[in-house]
């Protein structure tokens, strides 16, 4: 199946907490799991990617953690702050394609 | 680094007229997609070209819908007739022909039709 699932679909975390997300698919054919955040009136961008061979990547206060054998994976946001606050997507790119398919998004509200 | 730009940023239209919303990709990008966002079914992809050629067009929900691509810097998407289901937020985004090469979209169309 060409789907990935999200959840939760909304979150609110206290400023400093920490946000997860979390994504699941089932065909092994995707290779490449990006995550991208929204702003309102904005289009999607590109937050941080792994690939399947590397069970976790950080950037900053972000972190991405691959289970490849449970086929999921997870946006952790450390120490959140109330400019995160926006949608997050996670993808993930069919291999030998430039096709991405999309969770259908988490909104993600950072309190003061 | 101009990003990829799209017009308009908002249309409202009545059923059954005909919208074009417009794409002009990142240079040096050969890839173009254009995703459709709503509540319901989030980003969906309805076509993507490489090199100017259409490549996968299985997204496009129905006939009433067309794109094209005549160069490398312009493409559109154009919905005749439109009707009251189409309302949603039509986004444009270029890459890298390169696997796993990152998506860069633009702000977007947001179409109501009434």
């Known amino acids: 199946q060409q789907q990935v699932k999200q959840s939760p679909q909304s979150l609110i975390v206290q400023k400093g907490g920490i946000s997860i997300i979390n994504c699941a698919y089932e065909n092994t054919a995707f290779d490449y799991f990006p995550w991208y955040q929204q702003f309102p009136g904005k289009g999607p961008a590109l937050l941080i990617a792994i690939r399947p061979d590397v069970s976790e990547k950080k950037e900053g206060r972000f972190t991405i953690s691959f289970n490849k054998s449970a086929k999921q994976f997870s946006l952790h946001i450390m120490d959140s702050q109330p400019g995160d606050s926006a949608t997050y997507f996670c993808?993930?790119?069919?291999?030998?394609?430039?096709?991405?398919?999309f969770g259908t998004g988490t909104r993600l509200k950072v309190l003061a | 680094d101009a990003g990829v730009i799209q017009s308009p940023r908002h249309e409202v239209t009545e059923m059954g007229q005909e919208v074009t919303l417009r794409c002009k990709p990142i240079?040096?990008?050969?890839?173009l997609f254009w995703y459709r966002q709503t509540m319901m079914r989030g980003l969906e992809l309805l076509i993507y070209f490489n090199n100017n050629v259409p490549i996968d067009d299985s997204g496009m929900p129905e006939d009433r819908f067309s794109a094209k691509m005549p160069n490398a810097s312009f493409s559109t998407l154009k919905i005749q007739p439109s009707e009251p289901r189409d309302s949603a937020v039509y986004f444009c985004a270029s890459s890298l022909a390169l696997y796993n090469s990152p998506l860069h979209f633009g702000n977007g169309t947001r179409l109501t039709v009434t």
């Open positions: 240079s040096g990008h050969n890839s």
């Open positions: 993808a993930a790119n069919l291999s030998g394609t430039y096709k991405y398919i």
